[in-house]
Every structure is written in structure tokens, then in C-alpha cells.
């Protein structure tokens, strides 16, 4: 069965430093998200993204956040100056449409660890 | 707003047992409702959903969950308990459909042998 997948699988990096997140979403799927989930806490929507631009996003989401597809296969999240705070799991999911008949796909998270 | 409330962080049954986990939504317009498992080193799996079809929703591996509006709550069951079905569930809200899914924190289920 085709899956969501996402790398690094962790990521550790000093407070300060630009990180990249990397997903591969399930190649006919159009919708893409970007989930976290801070240790202990719940897992949090960031963004939604479709027709190569943001339809939704959490108050998180702030200008240090941003999300691109830069090619037919990949959808990053890019933090240009991580925090302490950032540390988190974060989950990339895609689906192939925003109905309800089309769920979506999670991937297996990326531990970002900022230190 | 939408929220969750999972009661209970960790729930421990003996295998063979009835699994019940509790879910509890605010919404202000009649919601959608999912419940996700998370096995170690995954992404999270749709179990099932409510999309006001019908109140009893069943889902894969023999989970079903009720929606109950009086109560506010969908809760999670499973008659009997197996060894595979450890791992962690989350309970979501959405106004939007499939979209801004809104999570609960989680229960962990440990099955006893």
C-alpha cells in the first residue's frame, strides 16, 4: 500500500539554525498537511496545503514557519530560525481530496530535537 | 471552537477484555469525528470516523465507537482485547470535514496477558 513518507526520521539542531523538514506524500494525492505534536501535549494542525498554496493554518504557523511543494513529489516544512520550543514530532499527511471519503495519510513523523 | 478531551493518559485491560476509551467533544457546529492509532515508530491510522450517518460507527480491527450527542462523547470500544491492539489512540474533531484536524492528547492501551 503506498504510504506517506518522511525523513530524517530525527533531526537535531541548535536554537537559531534553519531546519528542513522533508515528505513525500502518496504521488496521486492532492491535499497536503503538516501536523506536530510537542512531548506530552496533543497533536497540533499547522497547515494545509493545496494547488501549491497555504488554504489553511493554525495560529502556530507564524512567519518563521513555511511550507513548499519544489517539485511534483516532495512537501517541506522549513523553520528559518529554530527555538527551544520547536522541539516536537512533526507529521506530514496527505489525502486525495478534502471530503470525507478520503482520509488522511500520516506519515511516521520527524523528531526535531532543537537544543 | 472545536476541542477533545481524552480521560485517561494510560488505560491497562487483560487480554480478552472489553476496551473502552473515553472521548469527549466541544464543537459549535456538528462536528466530524475520528479516532487515530499510533503504533511505536508510526504515523497515525484511521480507525474510524462519524460523519452523521449513523451513530454507531464500526472501524478496522474490531473497534466501534457511538456518538452520543446528549453526552458529548465518542467513545472507543472493542469487545474483546488482543495483544496487537497496544499502542496509542487519539480522538479528533473537526468542523471542516477532512481538514485542521483538532486531536485529543492521546491514551496509551497496554494489554495484560
Known amino acids: 500500500e503506498p504510504e506517506v513518507t518522511q525523513t530524517p526520521s530525527h533531526q537535531v539542531t541548535q536554537m537559531g539554525q534553519e531546519v528542513i523538514l522533508r515528505c513525500v506524500p502518496i504521488?496521486?494525492?492532492?491535499?497536503f498537511y503538516w501536523y506536530r505534536q510537542i512531548l506530552g501535549q496533543k497533536v497540533e494542525f499547522l497547515v494545509s496545503f493545496y494547488n501549491n498554496e497555504i488554504s489553511e493554518k493554525s495560529e502556530i504557523f507564524d512567519d518563521q514557519f513555511s511550507v513548499e511543494r519544489p517539485d511534483g513529489s516532495n512537501f517541506t516544512l522549513k523553520i528559518r530560525s529554530t527555538k527551544l520550543e520547536d522541539s516536537a514530532m512533526y507529521f506530514c499527511a496527505s489525502s486525495e481530496s478534502r471530503g470525507l471519503n478520503s482520509p488522511l495519510h500520516f506519515g511516521n513523523g520527524t523528531r526535531l530535537t532543537v537544543t | 471552537a472545536q476541542s477533545v478531551t481524552q480521560l485517561g493518559s494510560h488505560v491497562s485491560v487483560s487480554e480478552g477484555a472489553l476496551v473502552l476509551l473515553r472521548c469527549n467533544y466541544s464543537?459549535?457546529?456538528?462536528?466530524?469525528l475520528f479516532w487515530y492509532v499510533q503504533y511505536p515508530n508510526q504515523g497515525l491510522q484511521l480507525l474510524l470516523k462519524y460523519t452523521s450517518a449513523a451513530t454507531l460507527v464500526k472501524g478496522i480491527n474490531g473497534f466501534e465507537a457511538e456518538f452520543k450527542k446528549s453526552e458529548t462523547s465518542f467513545h472507543l470500544t472493542k469487545p474483546s482485547a488482543h495483544m496487537s491492539d497496544a499502542a496509542e489512540y487519539f480522538c479528533?474533531?473537526?468542523?471542516?470535514?477532512?481538514?485542521?484536524?483538532?486531536f485529543g492528547t492521546g491514551t496509551r492501551l497496554t494489554i495484560i496477558p
Open positions: 479528533a474533531v473537526s468542523e471542516f470535514g477532512n481538514e485542521k484536524l483538532t
Open positions: 464543537s459549535s457546529v456538528p462536528p466530524y
Open positions: 504521488s496521486n494525492h492532492l491535499y
